[in-house]
């Protein structure tokens, strides 16, 4: 499928981030309860607008190597997270996701990464997908677990974020698995 992207979810819409979006990935990526569980810290404005700035880049490249897209809700176009596949390896993809802290517990992750999930499949014909999420984020690992994803064991020492290495638990779901 070529640029631009936009997948519907039952609860989300996944698109392509424009510039617009900079305030609203700020909100996200500039949170230390968000970031607590990613695999960088928190950002601010300028580094909120050099991500989308690449991820818009990188959208526009002839193979794309990446799907980072913004989540909007159905019924409203400001991004409250987003969800990210980075293709590696053969038919191979790395899976992962964000959701404002002031929309935790409502589906919106679970929603995105199976709507993004079933289109590296389908669209893309990715044969594996990894998740790697850290130890103690049992809200994430429950939404890879209640898709159908294997945990496969931990990567030790496998991110440096808030000034630690921390360790990832990987989990993968492959193609003929999937029945989204």
């Known amino acids: 499928m070529t640029y631009p992207i936009r997948i519907v979810g039952n609860q989300v819409v996944l698109r392509e981030f424009s510039l617009e979006d900079v305030e609203d990935v700020l909100t996200i ?15 601010d404005r300028d580094q909120a607008v050099a991500m ?9 490249q002839e193979p794309r190597t990446e799907f980072y897209l913004g989540a909007t809700k159905r019924d409203d176009d400001r991004v409250i997270g987003f969800a ?16 404002a802290a002031t929309e935790w517990g409502r589906g919106y992750a679970t929603d995105a990464a199976r709507a993004l999930v079933t289109h590296a499949f389908t669209e893309l014909g990715l044969h ?12 994430s690992i429950a939404v890879v677990q209640q898709l159908g994803f294997t945990r ?7 991110v440096f974020t808030n000034g ?17």
């Open 52 to 60: 989308i700035e690449g991820a818009i880049e990188r959208a526009q």
């Open 84 to 99: 990210r596949i980075g293709l590696s390896g053969v038919q191979a993809g790395k899976l992962g996701y964000a959701i």
């Open 152 to 158: 496969e064991g931990t990567l030790r020492d496998h």
């Open 29 to 43: 990526i500039g949170d230390d309860k968000v970031t607590t569980w990613l695999s960088f810290d928190s950002r």
């Open 128 to 139: 594996r997908i990894t998740a790697a999420i850290g130890p103690d984020n049992a809200a």
């Open 164 to 180: 630690a290495w921390r360790d990832s638990v990987l989990f993968s779901v492959l193609a003929h698995e999937w029945s989204w």
